[in-house]
């Protein structure tokens, strides 16, 4: 079977969304949501060490990379409604395999909620946490803070940012038994009260599954999957397993 990454543009509702995607060996495919801003060449490295056995997709949302402009007033369920056009086109079957980072957690923990019976599994990379704005950012220096809003300019306005973050804390639901592992960053640039809460906002992620775990990477960066992708990919390969052992692989964590 030929496991070359495909390179492919979609034309859905006005916008053209750039996409890769390599078939699998196996049913399941792993989809790769990127942070804010980011493109998805920001898993170019990391999809090419996949095992063949596992499918994989990448794509751009509206605003990054290689896919159209995004607008004002996008909600997350925008976002959902996006990826589940793009796997249809693509005609991409279930199971997935979910990993996503930072923001990106937001639009796949909301896809996940409408589509939980398609996905076997979740990796979170140091995620936006729907409480993080009352929590982290009265923690921060006004500069920090100046810093955490000019960012929002791409993908969204804070304006639409907020409305995502309430959307997710009012639709979020119970992901059961579906192996779930949340993985935060060891190095910040934030000082050190703001990132102990950003860790314990990422430790109350684990009530999400009754099947969770929490990994600190120590040597990284926001950017987890840049700075010691092994963790991530042992991470993947540990869901995978999970997802198919009959019975619980991670100690209950509600």
Not at 41 to 64: H, K, Q
Not at 110 to 128: E, K, Q, Y
């Amino acid at each position: 079977m030929n496991s070359a990454m495909i390179e492919k543009m979609y034309h859905i509702d006005g916008h053209h969304f750039y996409t890769k995607h390599r078939q699998g060996k196996r049913q399941a495919t792993i989809i790769f949501e990127a942070g804010y801003g980011i493109s998805s060449d920001t898993w170019s490295n990391m999809a090419r060490d996949i095992d063949p056995e596992l499918g994989v997709f990448l794509y751009d949302r509206l605003g990054n990379g290689k896919s159209s402009e995004s607008g004002e007033g996008r909600t997350l369920h925008d976002l959902a409604d996006d990826l589940d056009a793009l796997l249809k086109e693509a005609n991409i079957q279930p199971p997935f395999l979910i990993v996503a980072h930072s923001f990106g957690s937001l639009v796949s923990r909301l896809w996940t909620s409408r589509r939980g019976d398609d996905v076997i599994g979740m990796v979170l990379l140091d995620p936006a946490s729907e409480e993080q704005e009352q929590v982290i950012l009265p923690l921060l220096s006004k500069e920090e803070r100046t810093s955490y809003m000019a960012q929002f300019t791409a993908e969204c306005t804070h304006e639409d940012f907020q409305q995502m973050l309430s959307t997710i804390k009012e639709e979020q639901t119970h992901y059961g038994m579906m192996p779930l592992l949340v993985i935060s960053s060891g190095k910040s640039r934030l000082f050190h009260p703001a990132h102990e809460a950003w860790l314990r906002l990422h430790k109350r992620m684990l009530s999400l599954s009754s099947q969770s775990g929490w990994i600190q990477a120590q040597n990284s960066s926001h950017y987890i999957h840049h700075d010691e992708p092994h963790i991530v990919q042992l991470a993947i390969y540990d869901v995978w397993c999970a997802a198919k052992q009959p019975v619980s692989y991670y100690q209950t964590a509600n």
